[in-house]
């Protein structure tokens, strides 16, 4: 019977189990975590620190769904080496061997720039459950958060501290929040919408570490500028986990290489979500682990029955009851671009579409969901968009 091992419990890890069961019932799953939960979406980790997910609920799979599709997890068991010459794995518990196939799903870490300080005890990462909890447990206890980064992590973290009772603040390096997603009027916007809920906002401010001495008492910018505050949060961006693959010779760049197959640069040995890079492109969103999990899954069972097509960039988020989507390419120079912009403060709306040849290639919408699934729809339809410009963000 075919055996294979997957590396990693997470997004594309379990998409990949359920992909592979549902082409075969008898190929033999492995799936190895280092993590002592069994499966949870991050997404749900906001929600617990916010209060609005008990621990319990935290978690989307347990053991019983695995026992379901027939495959052995193995939590807190990570893996230390992949010997591809004779399809083995290291692991603290000993040796797996014979896998036909191997997918390794071992997403990202969180990026953190060398700030001074780091190591005091009331600063913290969000990457894992445990740190949630540890975070939730600490909101308790402090006075001021800071949350250091404007992206899409902080300002949702700095959101759902404040329905625990927090008093949160984010302080970005750069002059807007979300600065991959958002141009600068959109993310005046939501300035004025986390403004409104006591969320405070700082523009500008590079940190470098914290100050205090045992514990942190604040951050500080070059500048000589201090924030203070008793609870730290750095959530700078992330970067993918290689250096699994790079120990074991995989060709490695800013995730690991794979090919349109999701194969990486050994045979046998595929890679999805977070960790892989395909034809130069890398995202650290769910559409993508779910994708890329998908069609390395496919070839798993049957190699060259998929090929990777990629996918568009999206993130939609709900702040505070505000929609927020971001799809394709919102930051454009280029002359063969065109824009159409629409604000209303009051509204507190901020719609934009990113036109090129007639098609809509990109947009932002702010403050209204019909105008986000309108631009989706005619981004992914690439609907002819020329005889409504003047009607572009209006809605049935
Ligand atoms: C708090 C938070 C909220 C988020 N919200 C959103 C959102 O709303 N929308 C969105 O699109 N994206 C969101 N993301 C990003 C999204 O969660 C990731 O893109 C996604 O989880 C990637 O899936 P993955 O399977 O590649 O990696 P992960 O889900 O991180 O899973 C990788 C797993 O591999 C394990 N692992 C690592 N090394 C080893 C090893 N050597 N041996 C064994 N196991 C190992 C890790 O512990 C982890 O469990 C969020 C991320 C965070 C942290």
Not at 172 to 197: F, K, V
């Amino acid at each position: 019977m075919a055996k294979i091992a997957i590396i990693g419990n997470g997004v594309a890890g379990t998409a990949a189990i359920r992909e592979i069961r549902s082409l075969d019932s008898d190929i033999e799953i492995d799936v190895f975590s280092d993590e002592r939960h069994s499966y949870y979406p991050k997404p749900n980790l906001m929600d617990y620190v916010g209060g609005s997910r008990g621990l319990q609920e935290v978690i989307r799979y347990g053991p019983d769904w695995y026992e379901k599709l027939n495959a052995n997890l193995h939590l807190s068991t990570p893996v230390t080496h992949i010997d591809a010459g004779i399809k083995a794995l290291s692991t603290p518990s000993g040796a797996f061997s014979g896998y036909d196939s191997l997918l390794i799903a071992v997403g990202s870490y969180p990026f953190v720039p060398p700030f001074e300080g780091m190591d005091k005890r009331n600063v913290h990462v969000l990457r894992t459950l445990d740190d949630a909890v540890d975070i939730r447990k600490a909101v308790k206890g402090a006075r001021r958060e800071i949350i250091v980064g404007g992206g899409i992590l902080g300002i949702e973290l700095a959101v759902a501290i404040k329905q625990i009772g927090g008093e949160p603040i984010v302080v970005t390096n750069i002059d807007r929040l979300l600065p991959i997603q958002l141009d600068g009027g959109a993310s005046e916007i939501l300035i004025r919408h986390l403004n409104r809920m006591k969320v405070e906002t700082l523009l500008g401010f590079t940190c470098t570490g914290m100050t205090g001495e045992e514990l942190a008492t604040g951050v500080k910018s070059t500048a000589g500028d201090v924030v203070e505050g008793d609870l730290i949060v750095v959530a700078t961006g992330v970067r993918s986990n290689v250096e699994l693959a790079r120990r074991s010779n995989l060709s490695v760049d800013r995730g690991i290489v794979v090919d349109d197959f999701m194969q990486t640069s050994a045979k046998g040995i595929f890679a999805a979500g977070d960790c892989a890079e395909w034809n130069r492109t890398w995202f650290g969103i769910i559409p993508w682990a779910l994708s890329t999990a998908k069609t390395a899954a496919q070839n798993m069972v049957e190699f060259g029955s998929s090929r990777f097509g990629s996918i568009v960039a999206s993130n939609t988020l709900q702040v505070a009851g505000i929609d927020l989507t971001s799809i394709g390419m919102v930051h454009v120079e280029s002359p063969e671009f065109d824009q159409i912009v629409s604000v209303n403060r009051e509204e507190g709306t901020y719609y934009k579409a990113v036109i090129k040849d007639n098609v809509v290639v990109g947009g932002i919408a702010l403050g209204n969901r019909k105008v986000a699934l309108k631009l989706r729809t005619l981004l992914s339809q690439k609907i002819d968009v020329s005889e409504m410009r003047s009607t572009i963000f209006e809605i049935d």
